[in-house]
């Protein structure tokens, strides 16, 4: 009896022990909520500050770091990337834009404006520039009536967009990013949204051009010079982060410091969102996850072997994986090609659009081989045998013939 409660009390206390043990790493992984460290064989990111945090490959859409990336935050400024997104989508650059009363309020509401007055007339190519340079709320707003009839249409094509864009968690309420409480956004929705951002180059060209030069209007006396605020393309500023080809971030009291932007290395190009920040740390941070994102993984071609693929076949997996550690599945085939998908462990890190292999087509090859077997079947069952006796029975009566011939001769 004592030998088994001694077990008992020791099987306790190693309970206990393993309990104690356990528990601070659960509440530190919990804590930091970076879901990709998870991932069996995949390079573990450092946590950051910031509430969340995405960082995403933009060919393959491969989710390298995520840090609650889908908590629901407010998005700040960085809405304006939406705002200009649909703007170089449904207008010219050439198109004019006339300042109403609507675009004039932005002056007023206590956010960044280039101080447009009623009347003033603004190309759309200077509008834009103002809005990604300059975060000018006065003409984010009239872009918006312009575009959309009203603000609060365009807010409509805003949220629209979203959807076609596959998030899920985004509801939009101003082209400007200012504080609203039905307002939210995820890291990994806006990385979404820059994505197909990224894919217009008109967007390129203006996210990461450094100053902009709006000239005289028709009411302005002067030249408006916008220089680009945006730290990670700033050489001066301690931020800088050299393969950074343009973003947007914003700060207000209900978001706190938001930042999404874009960079290529080495013809890989990586998407970084960081939400609900300190004041000041979202640049630095968004390069250090850059940074991990760079230096932690490389692009595999898969097409080069597979003759049945159309497109894509390219994969981001972390430096040193081998091709057969990926596992795939296949979609259902339609119009004579099929979607693969590739999965590093559970990640996805890659699509391809794959030729149906056809069936070959047997119909008259089928009829062939049912001819064929008829002929044997035949053959099998008219023997040669009666030829033969046709053939001697034929070859006697001409004998006899001769015989009877030259017998009537002689007679």
């Known amino acids: ?14 309970t206990v022990f393993s309990l104690i043990l356990q528990t601070p790493v659960r509440a530190a992984e ?66 004019q834009v006339t300042m109403t009363a609507t675009g004039v309020s932005g002056v007023t509401d206590g956010g960044a404006n280039i ?36 603000v609060e249409g365009f807010v409509q094509m805003m949220n629209t967009k979203a959807a076609e864009l596959g998030c899920t968690n ?8 200012l504080p609203d409480e ?36 028709n009411v302005s006396g002067g030249d408006r010079v916008l220089t680009n605020k945006f730290a990670m393309i700033n050489a001066a500023d ?8 343009g973003g947007r971030e914003g700060y207000t009291e209900a ?12 013809g890989v190009t990586l998407i970084a969102v960081v939400l609900q920040g300190a004041s000041g740390t979202t640049a630095s941070e968004a390069g250090a996850l850059l940074n991990y994102g760079f230096d932690n ?6 097409g080069d072997t597979d003759f049945n693929m159309i497109s894509g076949g390219n994969v981001y997996v972390p430096v040193g994986a081998a091709t057969d550690s990926l596992v795939t599945k296949d979609g259902a085939v339609e119009n004579g090609q099929y979607t693969r998908q590739y999965f590093f462990g559970e990640a996805p890190v890659g699509t391809a659009v794959m030729a149906a292999v056809q069936e070959q087509d047997t119909t008259l090859i089928d009829e062939s081989q049912k001819n064929l077997k008829a002929a044997q079947d035949f053959s099998q069952k008219h023997t040669e045998i009666p030829y033969y006796l046709i053939a001697g029975g034929g070859l006697l009566v001409i004998l006899f013939l001769v015989f009877m011939i030259v017998k009537i001769a002689k007679s």
């Open 1 to 14: 009896m004592k030998i088994k409660n001694l077990f008992i009390g020791l099987l306790a206390l190693g």
């Open 238 to 245: 301690p931020a800088y982060y050299q393969f950074c080809i």
């Open 297 to 302: 993984f490389q692009m595999i071609s898969l």
């Open 182 to 217: 039905n307002q939210h956004t995820t890291a990994h929705d806006m990385a979404l949204i820059m994505q197909a951002a990224m894919e217009n180059e008109t967007f390129r060209t203006i996210a990461g051009t450094l100053s902009y030069t709006i000239t005289a209007t």
């Open 30 to 95: 919990a804590a930091s909520g970076i879901t990709t460290n998870s991932i069996s064989g995949w390079p573990q990111g450092n946590d950051i500050t910031s509430a969340a945090a995405v960082v995403m490959e933009e060919s393959t859409d491969t989710v390298i770091y995520a840090k609650n990336m889908d908590q629901q935050l407010f998005p700040g400024s960085t809405v304006k990337v939406m705002t200009t997104l649909l703007a170089l989508e449904n207008s010219q650059l050439t198109d």
């Open 170 to 177: 985004t509801i939009f309420t101003n082209p400007t990013g």
């Open 255 to 266: 978001s706190g410091s938001t930042l999404v932007c874009g960079a290529e290395k080495n």
């Open 115 to 150: 101080s447009a007055q009623l009347d003033e007339v603004f190309t759309m190519e200077q509008c834009l520039h103002a809005i990604m340079l300059a975060s000018a709320n006065d003409i984010a707003l009239q872009v918006a009536e312009h575009l959309g009839g009203s």
